[in-house]
């Protein structure tokens, strides 16, 4: 007689079947939950003024880099200073109260704490400039800024989201004029959208010869 | 009840929270927990702790589960917009340069300095300035690390009590009206040299206001004597300006012109400009008694004694004399009788002299004889009638007008009256030995206020009533005077930081002028139209304000005033011996008389010549060493002049015998938490007389570890730096290509290196060359590099245990005679190769040698053997042909740098950047396990308190940060990091280039276009020695200097296939001198491997 009952015989199995499970858990779970797909998408704080997107950069139409003014000069897409806002503002809706905060900061030269939204991690170097002298518009990060009322992180900015369109910058760029036209397509036809896109981003990729760089050094310094 | 919130629950009953939800929804609650300190939280009583207790324990949670809620996200950061655009041409993050200059003792170097958002980050030479190659010296690179030093002075002080700036100034004010009712009687300044016309302008101001205050001008080191001995010997005040770029011959007599005299960045790259490898190249004599940078680059080299140079250099006087004009030899160069130091010259030192002379009279007016700082009056007379004997004066030499910083003479401060001593700049306490109290020598009383403007709070501010803060040269308006006599404006980059006055404001209060805005006195100097005050600012000098050449001809009495005066100081003078011991005291090229003793970087910067880092020494000559029975690291006494110090001993190759080298500078007792306690202060035993005999050592029994950087001394016979005698070279153009080892046949290689296929779709292919034989040695672009990539100090403990982080380093080897060596059989390939640290510092090849130096940086190996061994391919490489380094992949394996044959890896064993300045000079511990500190051990300490063991406090932190360049990420503990080409200079200007392309395939760099970045250290090189470039680019200058004869690479034989290669040495010695060979490394090599048999060498 045993000490050990019959189905203690099963035990190493269950075990071994059951670390799997969990370990195969645990891992799917880091998968998913520990990628900024899950992490940053859709992060949404709420601002200190309640700026539109929608209204100024849809509704109204005015171009991205008049308020983010050095985009295509320096690595970092600035926010405007209050100064920019009153230049329509001290006309507009000059006595509005939500702009109050808008309207102290320009008088008195202090900050309004904008909360950031996208963000790189500090190892990487991004530069803004490069990539929209170069035809990537601000869609490709940003997605629809101009449909957002309060602006939320679209995309996912993991190393697999730069290096998607550093593979095949061809699938992404568009004329450099367009860039900040974020709702323009090749055309209204999806398909022959999407074939204009093909024929004409490989010809841009060769004629302004992009470079297709997934070397670290591009990023990383 | 007003403090805490109530909960939503009856009060009466157990109270129970269904969720934590339910209790933290509440606005009161989260008013509270917003609230940093509750309303009337002093005044919870004990009614209510408990609830307090619960409440607090619901935060916890309800923080923890705000995490878990919002994901692991970062924390929130604020962009916080400026609210009105500071300029319209402002651009965030683009940086802005400025041209301003940095002053010297005797002269300014003119600089364009970085500004990133505000804040200045790296110093480079104005390359626009009429004559400059964009080259600066170690000292300007370096000085950026001061403006953002946390020990710098901080607070105007009263008594050592901080006052505030309205009440100091107020000070100054009466004191200005006190002196201008007597006219100064009782005020006297003491001052450091300066060249500006603006502090002249005050002066003169002052000396008219205060007619009876006295004016000193004190200079620890002093690089004067120059100007001094040409306006004597010309008998007008001029100033020399020696064109080493235009000599062919030339003559040291202990000028380290190419390291440590003032001037230097300028000497080394006329120097190098005479140098080109080839026919016409100049030849360097060198008489000197240290190792320095100047001999290590000398054709010839007599060694002899300091005391002695005086005599060498009337000898060759005399035979340069007796060959120009035999009967003026006899009567202007008597030679006397009275000394012969025949045990430094014998027969070969005889034939050193007369082949020397019949050079240089050879050459004629393309001569040129340089007296060295350290000198007495007399040499430098000399030196300058021989220069004049030979034509030399107007081509090799040219005279320009410049008025000296007047003076009264420093004797008289122990002798006058003095009520108020203003100190300016200066730090007597430290470096005048008998500050203060000769000021009163029972006669005089001392000075009742002493009132100190400084930028450090140091020694002398122990003594000081009244202390100033100096503002930073890049705080400061200003100008300056360039050696050159060119004048350059100082303008700020940011406003000071602490509130620092500038020299000129100071001055000016203290005249009682009206103006005191420093900007407004400097262009009230300037003068001129507002067109040209523009310009002047914005190219950084005036070129219409050049001084004037000085048309001036020797006077016939120099030689005899030179002889009389070395006879007078020869009376006191005892021949060198064991028993009376020369001492030199030099300027340090680190620390310069003390003012970068807190600068962590120029401390751990290795001296070009001993590689020794945090630390002075006591240099002696192996010869020298035994005779006393002394050894590396022994702490001896020196006494002179009843006075002593005591320092530890360090084996000098090279060096004269009887001499002992004491760097000043070192020993400081309040420079600050990195300057503290390093070194010895040899101010102790130093009058002023640069040069003294009769000393003596005494063993005091204790050792002393001492840092350097390159313990092993020698090549061992491997061809790393190549060289050859010029005679050799134009036989045999190709012989650096043929000194290679034997190198395995290359078969067709069984892996592919899948960088091959990756370059067909770059641009560029970057390269870089380095030519040995500009390069001097100096260090310039080791602390270019520390600037611009944001490499940290280590300390001296981790430097003595090899961790020092400098990406690019210097090696100094030094080579001999290997007839002198294979007595030891080293040479010979089959015994053992390794002479132990310890045994070199014995061994009798030292004491002749000669020392070349390489620049060390990562060789971008197209093959890279680090790239094979990393598990993680952190390193890996780029179409372009670097070797990069990702710092978030790397785990820290250090394979990498184990398989690196050039060992240019650099592995951050702690976390650099952050750890406090207290950790810097040691401990040394064998293990932090067995360490006590003030009797407590180490471990246990981390363990009660881990976060008070080794991170900076956050307001220094601030403060350093502020230095660093935001464009190269600032490693942490645990990853390896190495030269990077300066890969973020590489990936700015190609993004610069895209962005101006925009939707056109103008991309390519090219450098006919100006577009090619250059890296720090290329940028910083005085002597124009590196290249880097695109080697696709046949037109490019580093393609064609790859094309060059003279390019190898280094251990090109283990198919690295290196990017950085170098142009091999050519020396030019003279084939009539006694001591005429192949360079000492050629001979190594040929002993050793036996392999290479080139033509003819000319070996006698």
Redesign the interface.
């Known amino acids: 007689m045993s000490i050990f009952p019959k189905w203690t015989n099963w035990l190493p199995l269950v075990l071994l079947i059951g670390a799997m499970l969990t370990g195969g858990a645990v891992t799917a779970g880091v998968w998913y939950?520990?990628t900024p797909k899950?992490?940053?998408v859709g992060?949404e704080?709420v601002q200190p003024v309640p700026f539109s997107h929608k209204v100024h950069a849809g509704e109204l139409g005015i171009d991205c880099s008049y308020c983010h003014s050095?985009v295509?000069?320096?690595?970092?897409a600035?926010?405007?200073?209050?100064?920019?806002c009153m230049n329509c503002h001290s006309q507009v809706l000059k006595d509005d109260p939500r702009l109050a905060i808008v309207r102290e900061?320009?008088?008195?030269?202090?900050?309004?704490?904008?909360?950031?939204v996208h963000?790189t991690?500090?190892?990487v170097?991004f530069?803004h400039?490069?990539h929209v002298?170069?035809?990537i518009s601000c869609v490709e990060c940003h997605g629809r800024i101009d449909q957002m009322d309060e602006v939320y992180h679209a995309k996912p900015f993991s190393m697999s989201f730069c290096l998607d369109c550093h593979r095949d910058p061809a699938a992404h760029i568009r004329?450099?004029d367009k860039v900040t036209d974020l709702g323009w397509k090749w055309n209204s036809d999806p398909v022959k959208a999407a074939h204009m896109q093909e024929v004409n981003g490989a010809k841009?990729v060769h004629?302004?010869?992009v470079?297709?760089l997934q070397?670290?050094?591009?990023c990383?310094? | 009840m007003n403090s805490t919130p109530t909960t939503p629950t009856n009060a009466n009953g157990r109270r129970y929270w269904r969720s934590l939800d339910e209790l933290a929804d509440t606005p009161e609650f989260k008013e509270w927990l917003h609230r940093e300190f509750p309303q009337g939280a002093s005044e919870l009583d004990g009614q209510n702790r408990r609830h307090f207790l619960k409440i607090m324990a619901a935060s916890f949670a309800f923080a923890g589960v705000a995490t878990l809620g919002a994901?692991?996200?970062?924390p929130?950061?604020?962009?916080?917009?400026?609210?009105?655009?500071p300029q319209p041409d402002y651009?965030?993050?683009?940086p802005e340069y400025y041209a301003t200059a940095m002053p010297t003792r005797t002269g300014a170097i003119p600089l364009v300095v970085k500004s990133y958002d505000g804040r200045p980050i790296k110093i480079e030479g104005n390359s626009l300035f009429p004559g400059s190659n964009g080259g600066t010296d170690r000292y300007a690179q370096a000085s950026i690390l001061n403006l953002y030093d946390p020990d710098r002075a901080k607070r105007f002080a009263k008594d050592g009590k901080t006052v505030s700036r309205e009440e100091a100034l107020k000070f100054l004010d009466d004191l200005s009206q006190k002196f201008s009712a007597n006219q100064g009687e009782g005020l006297a300044f003491l001052a450091e040299s300066s060249t500006s016309p603006s502090r002249a302008r005050l002066q003169k101001i002052i000396a008219q206001k205060f007619s009876q205050s006295k004016w000193f001008t004190y200079d620890a080191i002093d690089s004067g004597i120059h100007q001094r001995a040409a306006t004597q010997a010309f008998g007008q005040p001029v100033k020399p300006i020696f064109n080493f770029d235009k000599a062919k011959v030339i003559l040291s007599l202990d000028c380290d012109f190419l390291g440590t005299e003032d001037d230097a960045h300028n000497h080394i790259r006329k120097f190098a400009q005479g140098r080109k490898a080839g026919e016409g190249m100049s030849r360097l004599y060198s008489v000197e008694s240290l190792f320095t940078l100047t001999g290590a680059n000398a054709d010839h080299r007599l060694r002899v004694a300091a005391s002695e140079i005086f005599q060498i250099a009337k000898e060759i006087g005399f035979a340069i004399g007796s060959r120009v004009n035999a009967e003026l030899a006899h009567s202007v160069w008597p030679r006397d009788n009275d000394v012969t130091p025949a045990a430094v010259r014998g027969k070969t030192g005889a034939k050193w002299i007369s082949e020397c002379a019949k050079d240089l009279v050879a050459a004629g007016k393309n001569a040129l004889v340089v007296a060295g700082q350290r000198q007495p009056l007399e040499v430098h007379l000399l030196a300058h009638a021989i220069n004049s004997a030979l034509g030399a004066i107007g081509n090799t030499v040219t005279l320009i007008s410049a008025e000296e910083n007047s003076s009264a003479d420093l004797e008289l401060l122990n002798h006058t009256n003095v009520e108020t001593l203003v100190v300016l700049g200066s730090n007597p306490t430290y470096n005048l030995d008998g500050f203060p109290k000769g000021l009163g020598d029972g006669n005089t009383p001392k000075p009742n206020t002493v009132i100190q403007f400084g930028y450090y709070e140091d020694e002398t501010s122990v003594i000081s009533d009244f202390f100033f803060p100096a503002a930073h040269y890049l705080e400061s308006w200003g100008d300056a005077t360039t050696s050159d006599g060119t004048l350059v404006p100082i303008q700020p980059l940011i406003q000071p930081l602490f509130g620092g006055l500038t020299e000129l404001e100071f001055l000016a209060r203290v005249a009682g002028e009206s103006q005191t805005n420093p900007y407004e006195i400097v262009q009230a100097t300037f003068g001129g139209s507002e067109e040209s005050w523009k310009k002047f600012l914005f190219n950084g000098f005036n070129s219409d304000g050049k001084a004037s050449l000085a048309n001036a001809s020797l006077l016939g009495q120099t030689r005899n005033i030179a002889i009389e005066l070395a006879k007078a100081s020869r009376e006191k003078t005892v021949p060198v011996s064991k028993d009376h011991l020369e001492v030199i005291f030099f300027r340090d090229a680190k620390v310069d008389d003390g003012r970068y003793a807190n600068n962590g970087w120029m401390q751990e910067l290795p001296d070009p010549v001993t590689k020794i880092t945090w630390d002075n020494a006591v240099l002696v000559s192996r010869k020298t060493a035994r005779e006393l029975g002394v050894q590396n690291g022994d702490i001896v006494e020196i006494s002179l002049n009843g006075k002593s110090v005591k320092g530890p001993i360090w084996t000098q190759p090279g060096m004269a015998d009887y001499s002992l080298g004491l760097a000043l500078g070192y020993g400081r007792e309040r420079a600050g938490r990195v300057g503290t306690g390093v070194g010895f202060n040899a101010y102790k035993i130093f009058s002023g007389k640069y040069i003294e005999t009769g000393a003596a050592i005494k063993k005091t029994g204790e050792t002393y570890v001492i840092a350097t950087t390159q313990s092993h001394w020698s090549m061992e016979g491997r061809p790393a730096v190549r060289e050859a005698n010029l005679e050799e070279f134009s036989k045999n153009p190709d012989f650096a290509q043929e000194m290679h080892d034997k190198e395995p046949p290359v078969v067709k290689s069984l892996y592919p290196n899948p960088f091959d296929e990756a370059k067909k779709?770059a641009?560029h292919q970057w390269g870089l060359v380095v030519d040995l034989n500009s390069c001097v040695g100096c260090n310039t672009c080791v602390v270019a590099c520390q600037s611009e990539n944001n490499i940290p100090i280590v300390g001296k403990d981790q430097v003595s245990r090899g961790r020092e982080m400098h990406w690019l380093r210097i090696d100094r080897y030094y080579t001999s005679d290997p007839k002198r060596q294979n007595n030891r059989s080293l040479f010979d390939p089959n015994a053992d190769m390794n002479q132990t640290d310890a045994e070199q510092q014995f061994a009798e090849w030292i004491d002749d040698v000669q020392a070349v130096s390489q620049p060390m940086l990562c060789q971008m190996c197209e093959a890279a053997p680090c790239e094979n061994v990393c598990p993680v391919n952190a390193t890996?490489?780029?179409?372009?042909g670097?070797n990069?380094?990702?710092?978030?992949?790397c785990i820290g394996t250090r394979y990498c740098s184990n398989n690196c044959p050039y060992k240019v890896r650099r592995f951050n064993y702690f976390d650099y950047s952050k750890r406090p300045a207290s950790a810097l000079k040691g401990p040394f511990y064998p293990t932090p396990l067995l360490n006590k500190t003030d009797g407590k051990w180490d471990l246990l300490s981390w363990f009660k308190a881990p976060e008070a063991s080794g991170m900076r406090e956050e307001d220094e932190w601030d403060l350093i940060k502020m230095v660093k360049n935001p464009?190269?990420?600032v490693r942490m503990r645990g990853v390896m990091e190495k030269c990077?080409y300066c890969?973020?200079r590489?990936?700015q200007a190609e993004?610069a280039q895209?962005?101006k392309?925009?939707?056109?395939?103008n991309?390519r760099l090219k450098e006919s276009e100006g577009t090619i970045p250059k890296t720090a250290c290329q940028q910083a090189c005085p002597a124009g020695a590196i290249v880097f470039g695109d080697i696709s680019d046949s037109d490019s200058t580093v393609s064609k200097w790859k094309s060059q004869p003279r390019n190898y690479s280094v251990l090109g034989e283990l198919l690295t296939k290196p990017r950085t290669t170098y142009l091999a040495r050519v020396r030019n010695p003279n084939p009539a001198m006694p001591d005429y060979h192949a360079p000492y490394s050629m001979e190594e090599y040929e002993n050793r491997g036996g392999e290479f048999h080139a033509a003819e060498k000319g070996n006698s």
């Open positions: 939950y520990f899950y992490t940053r992060y704080p050095m295509d000069k320096t690595w970092v600035n926010i405007p200073s209050a100064s920019t900061s320009a008088t008195n030269n202090t900050p309004i704490p904008w909360v950031q963000i991690p500090d190892y170097y530069n400039a490069v002298a170069r035809g004329p450099t841009f004629d302004w010869k470079q297709s070397s670290c050094s591009a990383h310094r | 994901g692991c996200r970062r929130e950061e604020k962009l916080e917009p400026f609210g009105q655009q651009i965030y993050g683009k779709t641009l890996s490489h780029d179409e372009e670097l990069v380094m990702t710092y978030n992949r464009d190269v990420t990077t890969v973020q590489i990936q993004i895209k962005v392309a925009g939707a056109s395939g991309i």
